[in-house]
Structures are given as C-alpha cells and as structure tokens.
C-alpha cells in the first residue's frame, strides 16, 4: 500500500494513462540490482530511485576518482576515495527515503554472483568490463532473471533486455548476440577512448526506463531487441535478436577472467619502481600515434595492432617496458613479445595516466 506522503510524490506519474495506483504499487512492491554504479549506474539508480522502487541493491567495489565525476553524476569532490555503492545509496536516500538499498561494497565474481542476484527481481548491467558481462549474463540465464543490459563505445550507446522471454521458450541472451568475447586490447576502454559524459546518461536513464516497462507492464519493452543510438550524429537503430541454435546450455559459472583471455601471467613496474631503477629499459608505447604525440614518456610508438609484424624490428636480448594509456594494452602487447620468446618484458602499471 501506499502512504499519503508516497501518492503526493508520485502523483505526477500516477495521473498518465494506463499507469495509476496500481502500476505505483507494482514498482514499491519490486527489488532491482545495479551492478556498476559509474557512468551507466548513476543516472538510472537516481530515475529508478525517483521512481519508486521499493529495494535497490547497488554492486560496486570500485573507489570514487577524479576521472569519474565529469559522468558518475551521483559523486562530488567531497566523494573521493569512497566506495561507490556505499556513497550511491546515501546520495539517493536523499533522492527517495521510501527506497530501501542494499551496498554490496565488493566486485561481482563467480562466487558471490549467484547468491547476491537471486535475491531481485531484475538486474541492470552498468559494467564496462566483458568478463563481468559474461558472469552476469550467465548467472541471469541460471537465476531465471531479466538482464538490462547497456554498454557504450565512443559516441555510441547499445541497450537491450536479455533472458526475459516473451513466449516457452528461452529469451535472447548476451551470448545470443556476442557468442565470444573480442580479444584482449581489441576494445579499448573508456580509460583509453575517451567518453563524452552525457552519453552513459543517456543510456543508464533509457536502462531506468526498461526497468519500469518490466515492473509495470507498459509500453513496448527492449526484450531480445538491441537499440543503437549514435549520440554524434543522432541515428537510431532497432535490431531485433534472435536464439543462436548453437548456443549450449548454460549451467554452471565459470572464470571469467580466463574466458575473456585476461587471466596471465604478465609482469608489470609501477611508475615509482620504473624511476628509481639502475636497469637500462626499451620504451614501447603501444597506442596510436596520436595520442602518443598528446603525451608520452619516451621510447618508440609501434601501435598494438602492428606490434606482431614489427617484432622483427626488436632485439630479443634487451629489456622492453611497454606502456599505454592505463596499463590495459600493454599487457595485451607484453603477451605478444612473450609469445615471440622476448623474456624481459615489463608492463607499466596505470599506464602514462598514473605517470607523473
């Protein structure tokens, strides 16, 4: 039921048609977990807060930054060095007192992935990493819940609902659509693209806004649909997606971090021991060219992609420190030296963001 006080604040969206007290009511009586509440987290925890969601669960173990704030709009300087999902739920406590949340102040992983989703009717995927993805993917198609899933690329945004069936059979899922995960250092990151913040707004709201249609039952929600929005040029695209025949059952979890192809054994120098060492190192900057002329510490510019066919050019017998934007793709281009029998290969942790 609802309180006098909760028909006042929400007044505004019980008066559209087709909506009401009824429709308010199913919103109170749900539970929705955020996973991620950066870029695509803040706005829709804010718009399902706002909303009336009765029980958010808000995933995160990632500390506020100073890189953070220009889009994970819930956090301030005063924020610094919080917990995201501890400083998320107290920022929209303020939005929605009516709102219970639950911090789990800790990454999602195979082990805790099943036992912390289960208890939410609906997940929203608000992470920026593939081995992530995969996990929650696949402990959603296990648990039998709804994933809205976004994920954004430049000036590009995607936006879909995965495994929430329309008929007996199966919903799409996010392996129906990408079966397996691209390369390591073949997708950069937002670390090393760059993002325009009010792009995750955009989609982290339209991913509130399916929440809703769920909840609710209105509208035409984005079930086994990917919706494309190009923010630069303002295009839309609607795909509709379908069961990949090939897919095989998906029963168990497993590790993520190998799946993606992340988990090795690759040596990294911190920024500090890279300085003070007496070692005379090769510099490799493994980006494009141009952002190696925006900034750079040295060494030669050999671009991942061309790493493979300048490996000739290198000499086996000296030491290499590789380094990128925030260590990612070095480690990707360290791999491809240690694969062509160079042993003395170092990655800079943090990459020249974290060099000074």
Same mark, same amino acid.
């Given at each position: ?134 996990? %929650? +993917? ?13 994920? !954004?690329? #430049?000036? $590009? /945004? ?91 059952? %998906? +029963? ?13 054994? !690759?040596? #990294?120098? $911190? /920024? ?85």
């Amino acid at each position: 039921m609802l309180s006098d006080k909760e028909i006042q604040r929400y007044d505004r969206q019980m008066i559209l048609p087709s909506f009401g007290k009824e429709k308010q009511e199913k919103l109170k009586a749900a539970a929705v977990l955020v996973i991620g509440a950066g870029g695509l987290g803040c706005p829709a925890l804010q718009y399902l807060a706002a909303a009336g969601i009765g029980r958010i669960g808000i995933v995160d173990g990632d500390s506020v930054d100073a890189s953070n704030l220009h889009r994970q709009i819930l956090y301030n300087d005063a924020d610094l060095g919080e917990n995201k999902a501890a400083k998320a739920a107290e920022k929209i406590s303020r939005i929605n007192p009516f709102v219970k949340t639950d911090i789990y102040a800790e990454h999602l992983t195979t082990e805790n992935a099943l036992e912390i989703i289960s208890g939410y009717d609906i997940v929203l995927d608000g992470t920026d990493n593939f081995p992530t993805r995969y996990l %929650i +993917n696949d402990a959603c198609v296990i648990l039998g819940k709804a994933n809205v899933f976004a994920s !954004i690329s #430049e000036f $590009s /945004a995607q936006i879909a609902i995965f495994n929430s069936a329309k008929s007996a059979q199966r919903g799409v899922n996010y392996r129906d659509l990408y079966p397996n995960p691209p390369l390591p250092g073949e997708v950069p990151s937002c670390a090393e693209a760059g993002v325009i913040g009010a792009l995750p707004g955009i989609a982290g709201t339209a991913q509130a806004m399916e929440c809703i249609k769920l909840i609710t039952g209105i509208g035409t929600p984005l079930i086994d649909k990917l919706w494309i929005f190009d923010a630069l040029n303002n295009n839309s695209t609607l795909i509709e997606l379908s069961l990949d025949p090939a897919q095989a059952p %998906i +029963n168990t979890l497993i590790n993520y971090q190998m799946f993606c192809g992340q988990e090795r054994d !690759i040596v #990294e120098i $911190s /920024a500090a021991a890279f300085k003070t060492s007496t070692q005379l190192f090769e510099l490799i900057d493994v980006r494009t060219p141009d952002k190696h002329a925006l900034k750079n510490i040295g060494g030669i510019n050999i671009p991942l992609e061309n790493l493979q066919e300048r490996v000739k050019d290198l000499d086996p017998s000296k030491h290499y420190v590789l380094y990128c934007s925030s260590g990612n793709k070095s480690k990707t281009a360290s791999e491809v030296l240690l694969k062509n029998g160079f042993n003395n290969v170092l990655s800079l942790k943090g990459g020249v963001t974290n060099f000074d």
